[in-house]
C-alpha cells in the first residue's frame, strides 16, 4: 500500500493557524496525527479523525472530506515547531495502517 | 499508566536475523480489542508502519515487508518480540513499538525507540 500523501513543509507566525492536508486516506473513519519532535517518540494528537486524547490542546483539530484529511493547528506557539505524519487503517486485505510522507511545521 | 520500551542489539550485518522486544506494562494483551504494533522510522524519514498483534493472536503484516517479518505474544511476560530476516542497511531505523486502543485504530502510547544499525 501506498504511503499517504502530506505537503513537506507549512509554515506560521505565532498567533495564527496551519492546516495540513493528508491525501489517500482509506474510507474509514480512522484517521490519526502524531507530533514527532527532533530525537523524541511520535506522539498522538488526533485520532477517528477529530477526536483529541486527554491532554491535547483544543487548539489542534482534525476534519476529513472525501479522501483528504487535514490536521490544523490554531493559535501557533513555538512548542508546535515539530514534524507532524497522519495515518490510517486500511482495510480490505491489509488490515493494516498507512502513514503519511510527514510535513514539518515551522513557527517563524 | 502504560509505558513500552524496546530492546535488542543495536548493530546487525547484513543477512543477519534482527529480534527486537518490545516489554510493556500498564495493560493486558488479553484484553478484548488491544494490540501492540511496530512502526520504524529510518533517519530523517518517515514513518513505517510494519506489524500489529492483536489480543486474540491475529497477527497484521505490512504487505511489502510480510516475507521478512514474524511478530509473536508472550502475554505472561508482558512481551510482544519482531523479528525482521535478512537484513540490509535500507533497514537501518528507529524500531518503535506502540499500544493500540482497544477497538480504537490508533497507536496511542508509543515506546522511545530502538535505534537499530546495519552495517558489516
Known amino acids: 500500500q501506498s504511503a499517504l500523501t502530506q505537503p513537506p513543509s507549512a509554515s506560521g507566525s505565532p498567533g495564527q493557524s496551519v492546516t495540513i492536508s493528508c491525501t489517500g486516506t482509506?474510507?474509514?473513519?480512522?484517521v490519526s496525527w502524531y507530533q514527532q519532535h527532533p530525537g523524541k517518540a511520535p506522539k498522538l494528537m488526533i485520532y477517528?479523525?477529530?477526536k483529541r486524547p486527554s491532554g491535547v490542546p483544543d487548539r489542534f483539530s482534525g476534519s476529513k472530506s472525501g479522501n483528504t484529511a487535514s490536521l490544523t493547528v490554531s493559535g501557533l506557539q513555538a512548542e508546535d515547531e515539530a514534524d507532524y505524519y497522519c495515518s490510517s487503517y486500511a482495510g480490505g486485505n491489509i488490515l493494516g495502517y498507512v502513514f503519511g510522507t510527514g510535513t514539518k511545521v515551522t513557527v517563524l | 499508566q502504560i509505558t513500552l520500551k524496546e530492546s535488542g542489539r543495536t548493530l546487525v550485518k547484513p543477512t543477519q536475523t534482527l529480534t527486537l522486544t518490545c516489554t510493556f506494562s500498564g495493560f493486558s494483551l488479553s484484553t478484548s480489542g488491544v494490540g501492540v504494533g511496530w512502526i520504524r522510522q529510518p533517519p530523517g524519514k518517515a514513518l513505517e508502519w510494519l506489524a500489529l498483534?492483536?489480543?486474540?493472536?491475529?497477527?497484521r503484516y505490512s504487505p511489502s515487508l510480510k516475507s521478512r517479518l514474524t511478530i509473536t505474544k508472550d502475554t505472561s511476560k508482558n512481551q510482544v518480540v519482531l523479528t525482521v530476516t535478512n537484513m540490509d542497511p535500507v533497514d537501518t531505523a528507529t524500531y518503535y513499538c506502540a499500544h493500540r486502543r482497544g477497538w480504537v485504530h490508533t497507536f496511542d502510547v508509543w515506546g522511545q525507540g530502538a535505534m537499530v544499525t546495519v552495517s558489516s
Open positions: 482509506s474510507s474509514y473513519n480512522y
Open positions: 477517528e479523525v477529530n
Open positions: 498483534i492483536y489480543w486474540d493472536d491475529d497477527k
